[in-house]
């Protein structure tokens, strides 16, 4: 069970910060609002936490495939998915500042959050979240193409593609993980919402009378990702869509949402999109997009379960869960209890002293181990600060290499949670490591 950590938002930007785990964007030039860059701790962690994705969802299983498609689209796509359309959020500008709020996020739709003054706001406009850019020299209608602002379509118009080429059948995932865009008119809360992110995104596609079934079996077995991988279940919860929520093609959707500092929000959606979106492609294509099973002599339009996850938005409640402040020794001690495979580095050497005869055989102890796992190595400042400083970005084990390993041929490796310590041959380190190492 997890103490709530006073503040955590803030210590969650600082640290951030100061650990190379995500910086402010275009920082040198005053910023540039709601982008942020990962640094060398942060874009390990990312790629760990796609890395946990995609094995869970691909590489595990025999009925998901992955594709990788093209961010830059052109109108069509957006036609036939509605984005052109639907995909707008209600706009409204304070007459008395000049802020900019989304209507159906405000806590009170009449007083601006910005200066506090009630019953200014313009009539809501509908804002499309769309980029939009041409493609070519010549900026012309006909050159207009799109940042995609999902990965889900690039799976609904390979589906042919896919169902061709890879020799399966209905129930067939197919995954994605990639960058979309939304032109948010309000971004904020650091990485939870910005204009450019990553997403996580499986389209499920089954025979229409087994939907119900698989989107109970995706609400589950999304929910039980988040717990296995290192998130109490006190803070997560399943939210199923109230009825008004509900998109009108949608037969239901449910939410993964996450405690935040600010309260439960959104980290993935679980929705039953029926046949909705295999049709509007193929009513504006003109393609078929169905699976004709040669078993049974049917022809029919998949109907498609989908979860959707951000994987940046991911990350930030991986860190905020695995945040911890605790009082060892009269000092306070930080630690990220970070799941072994979402944790940046898995291991760091240090030696105990700069000198030669350890720094020697403590680097090839990394070269060995480099092979197998992101490896950190640290020679400066005391060895409690070192400790520490790997205890922040939640390396799992720390190996030292002292004066007696120069006789023993042995290390010590603590334990990031328990803190415990076990001297160990160093030619048994790696293993020792893969045994625990998940
Ligand atoms: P929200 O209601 O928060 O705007 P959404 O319901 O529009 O999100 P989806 O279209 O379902 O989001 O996208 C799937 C996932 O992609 C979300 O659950 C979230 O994790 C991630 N995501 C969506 N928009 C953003 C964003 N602007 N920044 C970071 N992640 C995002």
Redesign the pocket.
Known sequence: MSEPVPDLFDKIVNLSKRRGIVFPSAEIYGGFRSAYDYGPVGVLMLRNVKEAWWRSMVQLRSDVVGIDASILSPPAIWEASGHLANFTDPLVDCRHCGARHRQDKLDDPDTCPTCGTTGQFTEPRHFNLMFKTHAGPVEDEGAVAYLRP?TAQGMFINFANVINTSRKKPPLGIAQIGKSF?N?IT?GNF?????E?E?MELEFFVPPDEAEQWYDYWCKERFQWYVEHGIDESQLRLRPHDDDELSHYSAATSDVEFLFPWGWD????IANRGSFDLEQHMAHSGQKLEYYDQATNERYVPHVIEP???A???MMAFLMAAYHDEIVNDETRTVLRLHHRIAPFKAAVLPLSKKPELTGPARELVTELQAHWMVEYDETQAIGRRYRRQDEIGTPFCITYDFDSLEDKAVTIRERDSMDQVRLPIAEVAAWLAERLV
Do not use: I, M, N
């Open positions: 999902e939304r948010e971004p990485v939870f919402r910005t204009r992110f997403q959104e980290l993935e959606g959707a996850a951000g940046t938005r991911t």
